[in-house]
């Protein structure tokens, strides 16, 4: 499998991301957009500014998510940008029926933004957020189109909730985009509150297959507030197995690390491969296998898990706390 069709393996790649992106961290804020006098709107981001005259028409989404903040606002893109699993066209199901019968073109970052191809689809504008954009590529993409890049905070994965913002600005859309998170907000409460035995417990998500070092984890940060919304805590002491968004766990201190857990989240690129996580021998040992306290999600909700998106978000609080609040207490 090619490191970018992992998205476990691509999560890691990014966590450990350097170059102008990434060094702007430190001093950039969140990007932003402002409404000028006459109806352009100016987004402002890790390597400057980007003005949008109008609404735009032919859009690329050049980065690993962006197609779904698109589509959630009535922007069917011209081109998206595969990240894992192979949907077709990039599109996973929570976000096919806002794509309809469109069947834009697919890009992949396997080495890098493909700058010639998206020069040839002639966008009026390029969402490269989420795309690991650096100042020489951003260049190149501003001279075929108007150009929205990442704030500076990371490369990749910045804050959903951020990167929705700003591409509902860019697309004229910012009060249907902010409806639409406040929307996913109020659902994921609201599956709390439906879910009451979810509330005060302990959860850890775990990615994928053990190897022969240990395992993934998804360490507490803004990947982990949807859990929090639901009234769900991630257990505590896991900080030093983490560096940034990315977390990983030993094989000998997997059983430490996880006794705070009530409940492991156990997502896996293919259903087929739960037999081989419950047969790994320190897996076997865990608490959690042992009470039946592991849950695995079905592969298409561990990738909505993943995504992290105002369109797989809604799946997630739709069939992700069913399954947890069956989990034995």
Not at 30 to 57: R, Y
Not at 129 to 142: E, P
Not at 246 to 254: C, I, K, L, S, T
């Amino acid at each position: 499998m090619h490191p970018l069709r992992s998205r476990r393996s691509f999560l890691a790649l990014a966590a450990g991301a350097t170059g102008a992106a990434v060094v702007a961290a430190c001093t950039k804020p969140p990007a932003s957009g402002t409404v000028a006098g006459d109806g352009s709107v100016t987004i402002t981001h890790a390597f400057g500014s980007t003005k949008i005259p109008a609404p735009p028409k032919r859009v690329v989404s050049a980065g690993l998510t962006g197609q779904d903040e698109l589509l959630a606002v009535g922007v069917v893109p011209i081109a998206v940008t595969e990240w894992f699993g192979n949907p077709p066209f990039a599109v996973w199901p929570w976000a096919q029926p806002a794509l309809g019968p469109a069947q834009p073109a697919v890009l992949n970052l396997n080495d890098g933004i493909q700058v010639d191809k998206i020069s040839a689809l002639k966008p009026d504008l390029i969402i490269a957020t989420n795309a690991g954009l650096d100042a020489d590529t951003y260049k190149k993409l501003s001279e075929i189109a108007p150009t929205v890049a990442q704030s500076g905070q990371d490369a990749f994965f910045e804050p959903w909730k951020d990167q929705a913002t700003v591409i509902g600005q860019a697309v004229f859309k910012a009060d249907d985009m902010k409806r639409l998170i406040d929307g996913v907000d109020a659902k994921f409460a609201g599956a709390g509150k439906a879910n009451p035995r979810l509330a005060g417990r302990k959860m850890l998500i775990v990615n994928g297959l053990p190897n022969a070092d240990g395992v993934e984890i998804t360490p507490a940060g803004w990947r982990t507030d949807f859990l929090g919304e639901m009234g769900i805590a991630v257990p505590d002491g896991l900080d030093s197995f983490t560096k940034g968004q990315h977390a990983f766990v030993p094989r000998d201190q997997m059983a430490t690390a996880f006794r705070g857990a009530d409940v492991l989240i156990w997502t896996l690129d293919a259903d087929e491969q739960r037999p081989a996580v419950l047969a790994d021998p320190t897996v076997a040992q865990l608490s959690q296998a042992k009470a039946n306290r592991i849950v695995f999600p079905n592969r298409d909700l561990s990738a909505a898990i993943t995504f992290a998106s105002v369109l797989s978000y809604p799946a997630v609080a739709d069939q992700l706390p069913p399954l947890l609040a069956a989990a034995p207490a």
